[in-house]
T-cell receptor
Framework: GENVEQHPSTLSVQEGDSAVIKCTYS??????FPWYKQELGKRPQLIID?????GEKKDQRIAVTLNKTAKHFSLHITETQPEDSAVYFC????????????FGQGTRLTINP | DGGITQSPKYLFRKEGQNVTLSCEQN?????MYWYRQDPGQGLRLIYY???????QKGDIAEGYSVSREKKESFPLTVTSAQKNPTAFYLC????FGQGAYNEQFFGPGTRLTVL
């Protein structure tokens, strides 16, 4: 089955700097990669996603890149702000059949003022 | 944030007792999911259901049971057979269709503590 590894487990950056979170997946059949953000005490929410036929996707200050050959994908946050502090989860899924999401272990991002 | 509710928010249980966590959604979603969240381990799938009266085991189903008698409801029972039940439990729901990602929307979670 699919296995997703996420690094780092914790990340601390100065406000205004960039943050990068990396994930690797094992099943080459996975074809969709969502990222969820979970603020303290709140539920996870989808913030950006990418399909396997796309190399990069941007949405304002966040972007996701995908290297299908290496089975790597990354979340990039630029010009970080205090409200970016949260736990971020990457996930992988095959969007045929049962659509079972497999999550990475999570990254706790702290933005220092 | 509305649409999926979980109750209770906090739950305490004595060892050896079964306990049922509630999950209700009014989004008319076909699929529902239960995840367990532990520190440093992300979210792991316990059970999922794509239609009423049918459900499938996820990656960590041992010690848990579910039912799906109504489209809106997907209760999870944590049985005494679950060796380490203390965790944060998240319910999610989504539409169900092929060829596109059916975004999973999460409930607020239930924190279960076994005393």
């Amino acid at each position: 089955g699919e296995n997703v590894e996420q690094h780092p487990s914790t990340l601390s950056v100065q406000e205004g700097d960039s943050a990068v979170i990396k994930c690797t997946y094992s099943d080459s059949a996975s074809n969709y990669f969502p990222w969820y953000k979970q603020e303290l005490g709140k539920r996870p929410q989808l913030i950006i996603d990418i399909r396997s036929n796309v190399g990069e996707k941007k949405d304002q200050r966040i972007a996701v890149t995908l290297n299908k050959t290496a089975k790597h994908f990354s979340l990039h946050i630029t010009e970080t702000q205090p409200e970016d502090s949260a736990v971020y989860f990457c996930a992988a899924i095959l969007i045929q059949g049962a659509q079972k999401l497999v999550f990475g272990q999570g990254t706790r991002l702290t933005i220092n003022p | 944030d509305g649409g999926i509710t979980q109750s209770p928010k906090y739950l305490f249980r004595k060892e050896g007792q079964n306990v049922t966590l509630s999950c209700e959604q009014n989004l008319n979603h076909d699929a529902m999911y239960w995840y367990r969240q532990d520190p440093g381990q992300g979210l792991r799938l316990i059970y999922y259901s794509q239609i009423v009266n049918d459900f499938q085991k996820g990656d960590i189903a041992e010690g848990y049971s579910v039912s799906r008698e109504k489209k809106e409801s997907f209760p999870l029972t944590v049985t005494s057979a679950q060796k380490n039940p203390t965790a944060f439990y998240l319910c999610a729901s989504s539409t169900f269709g092929q060829g596109a990602y059916n975004e999973q929307f999460f409930g607020p979670g239930t924190r279960l503590t076994v005393l």
